[in-house]
């Protein structure tokens, strides 16, 4: 028998022992690159593979206006989500689900079978109605839960609806607010994980792990639900007496440029948008729409002049023929014969077309043209919405003589009436130019504290305060004493220019008897609070004028949103001119404490309804001082005994 040495069992030792040391540095190495490299990446694959997600909608921020009144806000709508290998009796609740949402029972066997986590039954299983929310709960089946959801809803139904948009059944914008700040609506989205085995039994000695979703901000916003709810009514009323191809209305507040309203004929409503044709919910037609704008734009026409000190509305007088030559070519007026020998204030207060050619002619193609892209035209006006047109100017290569002249008076140029809105408000505010603009406050919804304040954007200031004050004073002569008539209001100071314009075909040429007519006005006079304009597309049944038809429109709104904003009326100022069939208001007299046959001597011009009996008269409606219109009624009270 070969014996080993003992140097040769020492060696094999120290090789073993070498190698035993080596095959525990290589574990003894990989594990602390598991443990300390890779280990969280398994932690997470571990957990992935057991853990379960289920997400959860954060809530949508509510959209306020600018006294905090709701415009657009939640309503609670859970979803069904369908966890399969929970279900245990498949069949089963597959017939109770299918019952409860209205679908057939193979559909919602599909779900309950399905190869999946868990699954939402969508559409039908989204935004649950109460009674079929009632009736999950009721039956309580396994692996069926309900998630908490909610579908948009917006108070003031139709009201608004251009400007607000609509959210889709994932609560995501689509258009309007909604979708222009849909990020900072839609909040972060929550999940409830739990375990479960590899049969997707849930683990319940391992605790879920749950995640809050993260609520949109509310936005508050410059619209004054009173002042809108104004002008929807008015243009209700106008579709309904003029039935026009459209109609919209704007105010805007002159001193920042924050929207106050906005309104669209045709209308929809938000809820009920996947039953609308595109064309109606796409077309936000004050910012929208592009059309010749009319007499309107003489206000800038009218702006660049006393700028530039080329007129004086007292002093400088203009004799208008009924026509006026430029370039070989007669630019009319739309009265037959003209208006004769007038200052150009009564240019102004006339709308007289040859006075403004005139104007424009003195001015010149480079300036008027740069007084015109100064107030905005022929750009965006920046306004947080989506759609928003640019309009039309000439090319300055374009520009002859007859161009300047149509160009004065608003005719061959196109521009959207989100343009007119801030261009005048700048002629009238003293100077300055704003970018529109409706988001105000960003709001915290927990806190109710302010997150984030957006500011008015000043643009650039384009006239003098004092070149301001003559437009203001000019344009109230309008409405006291020139077309602008019919948007007097009673106790308000009230400025404005009325709009005519011929609209043009898909041929290109001007339609015969087819007219946009438009009022823009503002008040107070002397300080606006506040600017308004309306257009009527298309008006039938009447006269085809922006003074008759728009006029009594513009005054009604501000009139109404002036005394439910709060403002004071106005002193001073001129008085109204009436013409006939016009007649001036009647002041109603004190009539407390007179006998009946006392009242002979105002039933003239009053017509006098009486409630009670006696010889008395111990009280009245209208109170004494208030003016009406003449014929209107005043109720009086009687008694037999005299309480004054």
């Given at each position: 028998m070969k014996r080993v040495s003992s140097v040769t069992v020492r060696k094999r030792i120290i090789a073993v022992f070498l190698i035993g040391l080596l095959?525990?540095?290589?574990?003894?190495?990989?594990?602390?690159y598991v443990q300390f490299v890779i280990g969280d990446d398994l932690m997470d694959l571990a957990d992935e593979s057991w853990s379960r997600d289920i997400t959860f909608e954060p809530e949508r921020g509510k959209i306020l206006d600018r006294q905090g009144e709701v415009l657009a806000e939640n309503v609670s709508a859970p979803s069904v989500i369908v966890v399969p290998k929970?279900?245990?009796?498949?069949?089963?609740?597959?017939?109770?689900?299918?019952?409860?949402?209205?679908?057939?029972?193979?559909?919602?066997?599909?779900?309950?079978?399905?190869?999946?986590?868990?699954?939402?039954?969508?559409?039908?299983?989204?935004?649950?109605?109460?009674?079929?929310?009632?009736?999950?709960?009721?039956?309580?089946?396994?692996?069926?839960?309900?998630?908490?959801?909610?579908?948009?809803?917006?108070?003031?139904?139709?009201?608004?609806?251009?400007?607000?948009?609509?959210?889709?059944?994932?609560?995501?914008?689509?258009?309007?607010?909604?979708?222009?700040?849909?990020?900072?609506?839609?909040?972060?989205?929550?999940?409830?994980?739990?375990?479960?085995?590899?049969?997707?039994?849930?683990?319940?000695?391992?605790?879920?792990?749950?995640?809050?979703?993260?609520?949109?901000?509310?936005?508050?916003?410059?619209?004054?639900?009173?002042?809108q709810t104004i002008m929807e009514r008015e243009l209700d009323l106008a579709v309904s007496q003029y039935n026009p191809d459209g109609a919209?209305?704007?105010?805007?507040?002159?001193?920042?440029?924050?929207?106050?309203?906005?309104?669209?004929?045709?209308?929809?409503?938000?809820?009920?948008?996947?039953?609308?044709?595109?064309?109606?919910?796409?077309?936000?037609?004050?910012?929208?729409?592009?059309?010749?704008?009319?007499?309107?734009?003489?206000?800038?026409?009218?702006?660049?002049?006393?700028?530039?000190?080329?007129?004086?509305?007292?002093?400088?007088?203009?004799?208008?023929?009924?026509?006026?030559?430029?370039?070989?070519?007669?630019?009319?007026?739309?009265?037959?014969?003209?208006?004769?020998?007038?200052?150009?204030l009564e240019v102004v207060q006339n709308s007289c077309n040859p006075g403004f050619v005139q104007m424009g002619s003195e001015l010149g193609e480079e300036k008027l043209f740069s007084y015109i892209e100064d107030f905005g035209f022929g750009e965006k006006t920046g306004i947080d919405l989506r759609g928003e047109g640019n309009g039309i100017l000439f090319e300055p290569e374009d520009v002859g003589p007859v161009e300047l002249g149509t160009t004065s008076f608003g005719q061959g140029v196109?521009?959207?009436?989100?343009?007119?809105?801030?261009?005048?408000?700048?002629?009238?505010?003293?100077?300055?130019?704003?970018?529109?603009?409706?988001?105000?406050?960003?709001?915290?919804?927990?806190?109710?504290?302010?997150?984030?304040?957006?500011?008015p954007t000043l643009k650039e200031n384009i006239i003098s305060e004092s070149t301001s004050e003559e437009i203001r004073y000019a344009l109230e002569s309008v409405v006291a004493e020139g077309t602008g008539r019919p948007a007097y209001v009673d106790g308000y100071r009230v400025g404005g220019k009325t709009g005519t314009a011929q609209k043009v075909g898909p041929d290109g040429n001007y339609m015969a008897d087819n007219y946009v007519v438009s009022f823009m006005g503002f008040a107070p006079a002397d300080d606006p609070e506040v600017v308004?304009?309306?257009?009527?597309?298309?008006?039938?049944?009447?006269?085809?004028?922006g003074g008759p038809v728009v006029g009594p429109i513009v005054g009604t709104i501000i009139g109404d949103s002036l005394r439910a904003m709060g403002v004071e009326p106005s002193e001073g100022g001129p008085d109204k001119e009436y013409t006939w069939p016009e007649q001036p208001p009647v002041e109603v007299p004190d009539l407390i404490g007179l006998r009946k046959e006392d009242l002979i001597e105002y039933q003239t011009n009053l017509s006098i309804e009486t409630s009670g009996s006696g010889n008395y008269i111990v009280d009245q409606a209208p109170s004494p001082g208030a003016k009406v219109e003449q014929g209107e009624k005043v109720r009086i009270y009687l008694s037999d005994e005299n309480s004054s």
């Open positions: 095959l525990f540095l290589i574990i003894d190495v990989r594990l602390g929970q279900v245990e009796n498949p069949q089963n609740t597959a017939g109770k689900m299918a019952d409860i949402l209205n679908i057939s029972e193979q559909e919602a066997y599909d779900y309950v079978t399905k190869d999946a986590v868990y699954s939402r039954v969508h559409p039908e299983g989204r935004k649950l109605s109460e009674e079929q929310e009632e009736a999950f709960r009721t039956l309580n089946l396994d692996g069926i839960y309900l998630a908490k959801d909610s579908k948009r809803h917006y108070p003031f139904d139709d009201s608004l609806s251009h400007v607000l948009g609509f959210a889709g059944i994932d609560n995501q914008g689509l258009m309007g607010l909604e979708l222009f700040y849909n990020e900072q609506l839609s909040g972060e989205e929550g999940s409830l994980s739990f375990y479960s085995d590899a049969k997707g039994q849930e683990l319940e000695q391992i605790a879920d792990d749950y995640k809050a979703p993260e609520d949109g901000l509310n936005l508050k916003t410059t619209i004054d639900s009173r002042v919209m209305a704007i105010a805007v507040d002159p001193d920042t440029g924050g929207v106050m309203g906005m309104a669209s004929r045709p209308n929809f409503h938000p809820e009920d948008y996947q039953n609308v044709d595109s064309e109606i919910y796409d077309r936000n037609l004050p910012i929208w729409s592009t059309f010749e704008p009319g007499s309107t734009f003489k206000i800038i026409t009218l702006a660049a002049a006393l700028e530039e000190q080329m007129v004086d509305l007292e002093d400088d007088e203009f004799h208008d023929d009924g026509d006026i030559s430029v370039g070989g070519t007669e630019l009319h007026c739309w009265k037959s014969g003209g208006h004769g020998h007038q200052s150009y196109s521009v959207t009436p989100i343009q007119q809105v801030m261009a005048v408000s700048a002629a009238v505010n003293g100077g300055e130019l704003y970018e529109p603009y409706i988001a105000e406050e960003w709001v915290d919804p927990k806190t109710n504290q302010t997150v984030d304040k957006v500011e308004v304009y309306v257009a009527i597309d298309n008006p039938k049944g009447t006269v085809q004028f």
